[in-house]
């Protein structure tokens, strides 16, 4: 009879053989067995749902199945006061699947970079544009959104021929557009570029950090937390303050 640790190691290395392993341990009145047994149940019960949950996710993209590129459209990092804005932008596979892929504030940080890397690999194409502190000072926050999103568009290749945004419609586009309210959470396309951007943005405040120690960019990414306040308030704006958004900080 094999003992639990080599039962638990055969349902570990099991992949395709797995249900019919289940199904024999099931047999076993071992109770440690019969915890691995339940434990595993519970998991392939997630797993379920996880895939149901995906399954909503696709409504847009099925809605609009006609068209050849469906290219998910959001932005991170409207409402810092330092930083830029960033916009994603991805193509998905029609039959992809990406688990555990959701608006990207509803993410744990460490899951973030895992789909980041994942959705690099599966994604038909992706890309990243950006507006400076400078130029949304320059143009404000809305307009420097939409130059970042069109910038993201326009480094995709092959080019969308669908657009699903996050909220919004984005000017000076040729694309057919939809906009979804709260679409980084019911469209998977947008909340692939949701996390694309948020990444992208968060690993550029953590190398701010480096170059502004004092601010603690790596903690709060530039938004108004009450240290990040207090930071401007006693050093003063640094280069990548928005300077239209601290006006009652300095």
Not at 145 to 156: K, S
Request: proline share 4%.
């Amino acid at each position: 009879m094999q003992s639990i640790a080599q039962i638990r190691k055969e349902l570990e290395e099991a992949q395709e053989e797995r249900e019919s392993l289940l199904q024999l341990y099931e047999q076993d009145a071992r109770k440690g067995v019969q915890n691995l047994v339940a434990k595993y149940r519970r998991e392939q019960q997630k797993l379920v749902q996880e895939r149901e949950r995906l399954a909503v996710m696709h409504r847009f993209e099925d809605k609009y199945a006609a068209y050849t590129y469906i290219c998910g459209v959001d932005e991170a990092g409207r409402g810092p006061l330092a930083g830029p804005v960033v916009a994603g932008a991805v193509i998905l596979p029609e039959d992809v699947e990406i688990l555990y892929l959701n608006d990207s504030k509803k993410l744990s940080a460490a899951r973030r970079d895992q789909l980041y890397e994942e959705i690099k690999e599966k994604a038909v194409a992706w890309a990243v544009g950006m507006a400076s502190p400078e130029r949304i000072d320059e143009i404000n926050i809305l307009q420097a959104t939409y130059e970042a999103m069109q910038d993201a568009v326009a480094q995709l290749m092959p080019a969308p021929d669908l657009l699903l945004v996050d909220a919004v419609h984005i000017p000076n586009v040729t694309q057919k557009q939809v906009g979804i309210v709260k679409g980084d959470a019911k469209s998977v396309s947008i909340a692939a570029a949701s996390i694309m951007a948020k990444v992208t943005r968060d690993r550029i405040m953590i190398q701010m950090d480096e170059l502004y120690p004092e601010y603690g960019f790596a903690g709060h990414k530039g938004y108004g937390s009450k240290e990040h306040i207090q930071a401007i308030k006693q050093y003063g704006p640094c280069p990548i303050h928005r300077r239209s958004f601290i006006k009652n900080f300095v």
